[in-house]
């Protein structure tokens, strides 16, 4: 299996995703973290071409407060990035946003992480622009 920065490396010439994306920082974009990255390189290393292989993250209308977090992986052959898609980087991972629910989903400044604990273990958000969230943390409103 490959590390994060030979996969990063060995992807960075075949991904039109990957030639669009911009860094994300704190506060700016969408980010993830260390660990988020990781748990994410694992699984897209299972993906049967990493290198077309990018984390999609949107909302969608539902949940008990409004809109609920999507979180997949794509493959850019079966499901091309749009021109009006906002596209970042986070520690190696293209992450695309389609512009209907980065605008209208207010999620600028979101930082995806990984947690682990007694309740089990997922991917948690950290969204600075929901108004309200509910106590899983998967759905809110903006």
């Known amino acids: 299996m490959s590390t994060p920065s030979e996969t990063t490396k060995n992807v960075a010439a075949s991904s039109p995703a990957r030639a669009r994306a911009v860094?994300?920082?704190?506060?700016?974009?969408v980010c993830l973290?260390?660990?988020a990255a990781r748990r994410v390189h694992e699984y897209i290393?299972?993906?049967?071409?990493?290198?077309?292989t990018y984390l999609f993250f949107g909302v969608k209308g539902g949940g008990c407060s409004g809109l609920t977090y999507v979180l997949d992986l794509r493959d850019e052959r079966s499901a091309p990035v749009a021109?009006?898609?906002?596209?970042?980087e986070s520690h190696g991972i293209v992450i695309v946003c389609d512009?209907?629910?980065y605008e209208v989903g207010?999620?600028?400044?979101?930082t995806i992480d990984f947690q682990e604990g007694l309740m089990g273990k997922g991917?948690?958000?950290q969204n600075p622009n929901a108004k309200h969230s509910c106590g899983c943390g998967s759905s809110y409103s903006a």
């Open 23 to 29: 860094p994300a920082a704190d506060g700016q974009g």
């Open 123 to 125: 991917f948690t958000f």
């Open 45 to 52: 290393e299972k993906m049967e071409d990493p290198a077309t």
């Open 33 to 35: 973290t260390e660990l």
């Open 99 to 101: 512009f209907k629910s």
């Open 106 to 110: 207010n999620l600028s400044g979101t």
């Open 83 to 88: 021109e009006t898609d906002e596209v970042f």
